[in-house]
């Protein structure tokens, strides 16, 4: 952890606590990324709007961090293009097969004391802490 920055990271999750209150409190909604993005695609009038809106928000962000900072960090991959798109095939089949995603259950559903949401986050966590140590420490990556 030779760049963890705690600041930034208060910050960080404060705005996306304060984020998914404002959308259970104005929209009555979980702001859960999968679920957003996967209900979009066949959303009509408000319901397009909000999830949209929401999308475009993830987007813009970068944006906004340059407007006020006048730099981006930069992003580092470590991983070849395969590697990447594997990955991200694999978040999306976990998301839809937990019926959410991180975002959805560690995020929102903790928050309401859901029991589905603890165990889908503690199994997604013991996931990636496998993956992580098969990776770096068994297969020496």
């Not at 959410?100 to 259950?105: E, I, K, R």
Request: charged share 5%; with cysteine; hydrophobic share 55%.
């Amino acid at each position: 952890m030779e760049s963890f920055t705690p600041v930034s990271a208060l910050i960080g999750g404060i705005l996306i606590g304060l984020s998914a209150v404002a959308l259970m409190a104005l929209n009555g909604r979980i702001a859960g990324i999968s679920g957003i993005v996967g209900a979009a695609m066949g959303a009509r009038g408000s319901e397009l709007g909000w999830r949209l809106a929401f999308v475009a928000g993830l987007f813009l962000g970068p944006w906004l961090v340059l407007a006020f900072t006048g730099s981006l960090p930069p992003i580092v991959l470590d991983a070849s293009l395969p590697a990447i798109v594997a990955g991200g095939l694999l978040v999306g089949f976990g998301s839809r097969l937990g019926s959410g995603c991180t975002s959805g259950h560690g995020v929102c559903g903790l928050a309401r004391l859901s029991p589905r949401s603890l165990v889908a986050t503690l199994a997604f966590t013991a996931s990636g802490l496998a993956v992580v140590f098969v990776v770096r420490h068994l297969l020496g990556a």
